[in-house]
């Protein structure tokens, strides 16, 4: 019997190291994916959505997704935060919770303010988003090559979860793919 559902498909076109980011993720028990809306996070957030072992919870806001780890980590499952560079901006306060707590937590980013930047808007968050991290006593790793992606978001989910730091991975412009502005 077939039955329809409003959850889309996960996109199985998408390039291969999107599809090993969901793998880790999933992979690792990962129960709860939030994040606000961003083209960079797309198939791995349709990926949270049509599995019905994850929780996908659209954010309002990205600080609302380190309480949200941490609850998630103080009720006994693992969480991951999806932003862009320009929502770690939004998040700094919050993040002196995690160090307070000493709780574990792992964010993707996908950075804007980089390789061909169209938005003059995003370069200065782009710009300061590693040192607001390490400021903040988070340990940042960067993926610059789809070849080198699942390696370091698995080590990243490890350091996080096995070894109760954590971590940030910053998902390069390069990596996504240059944006441009569309014209009507």
Known sequence: MTHATSVP?????APLWQQAIFRVLKEGGTKQIAYVPDAGHSHVIRS???????ED????TEEEGVALACGAWLGGQRAALLMQSS???NCVNMFSLLQAADVPFF?????RGEYAEFNHWQAPMGRATQAALELMGIHVLRVTH???AEEIVSAGFDAAFQAGDRV?????????????WERN
Do not use: F
Request: charged share 20%; no cysteine; net charge negative.
């Open 87 to 89: 929502g770690v901006g």
């Open 168 to 180: 940030a991975v910053l998902l390069g412009q390069n990596l996504i793919g240059r944006k441009k």
């Open 9 to 13: 498909p996960p996109d199985t076109g």
């Open 146 to 148: 789809a070849d080198e």
């Open 107 to 111: 964010t993707l980013v996908t950075m």
């Open 48 to 54: 949270a959505i049509a599995d019905p072992e994850i």
């Open 57 to 60: 919870i659209v954010l309002t």
